[in-house]
């Protein structure tokens, strides 16, 4: 395929053919696009490709009412996810989620030393220093409205990049956060947060790919949902999915599925 990059797109091609060398492009090239969506989403879109993760239980709740969610699902499952995890640039997580869950969004159990960019949205700047998210082998940015007063010195303090972008409707503006990690050369990105986060960025048609862990149980309507899009008033406001992948993780179900454009 010719590189999306405007910067050296068809050059390659060129030195080969002034070199005498054939050159044919297109042969294969869907196949070859779904091995790099990242860095293609980011030279065509000027954004990182986004990847939201979920787990839930069979009739798609994510925590219970209290706000319990270990374990919904396998060992297998919460695995698979580190794979996830590690071929993604950032891991982006909102602020609800640390406050509830303190996670720490590093790799783990893969033997491998890398470990990605750490990204939380907090626009209140309600993070304790304290939190797992902050702590080493990975580094953390922490995106806010307002990156000045005391919460910003003390999350510096604790190690974390504090970044101020303008706000809107009172929350990090979604479109805006993902140029600027577009900028940093981030190529993909893996949510996982709440249904909060989540269904905002499906609602404004930032997500690229969500994969969806289902456990098989039930845990009734008062549990928690998987992604908050607001009151649906018609069919046409649903978002249609296509599925690109289903199979079995270990007891769990898997499903990815790509936003209809």
């Not at 101020?164 to 947060?193: F, K, S, T, W």
Request: proline share 6%; with cysteine.
């Amino acid at each position: 395929m010719l590189d999306p990059n405007p910067r050296v797109a068809g050059k390659g091609f060129a030195e080969l053919e002034a070199a005498g060398i054939a050159v044919q492009q297109g042969l294969m090239e869907a196949e070859a696009a779904i091995l790099n969506p990242g860095f293609i989403a980011r030279m065509r879109d000027g954004r990182p490709f986004v990847r939201v993760k979920l787990a839930a239980s069979l009739d798609g709740r994510t925590a219970l009412v209290n706000g319990e969610s270990k374990w919904i699902t396998s060992p297998a499952a919460r695995m698979d996810v580190q794979r996830w995890r590690a071929r993604s640039s950032v891991i982006l997580t909102g602020i609800e989620t640390v406050l509830a869950d303190d996670p720490s969004l590093t790799v783990r159990e893969l033997g491998i030393a890398r470990t990605p960019l750490r990204v939380v949205l907090d626009s209140r700047l309600r993070c304790p220093p304290h939190a797992k998210v902050l702590q080493r082998p990975a580094a953390t940015v922490v995106i806010t409205t307002g990156a000045d007063g005391p919460a910003a010195m003390a999350l510096r303090a604790a190690g974390a990049e504090v970044v101020a972008l303008a706000e809107q409707e009172g929350r990090v503006p979604l479109a805006e956060m993902l140029r600027h990690l577009a900028a940093r050369d981030v190529n993909e990105i893996l949510v996982e947060a709440g249904p909060t986060l989540s269904g905002a960025l499906l609602r404004a048609g930032l997500v690229d790919e969500l994969v969806l862990y289902y456990a098989a149980h039930v845990m009734g309507a008062a549990a928690r949902g998987m992604l908050e899009m607001g009151v649906l008033t018609s069919m046409e406001e649903r978002v249609p999915l296509v599925l690109s992948d289903v199979r079995r993780v270990g007891p769990d179900l898997r499903i990815i599925a790509r936003p209809v454009r």
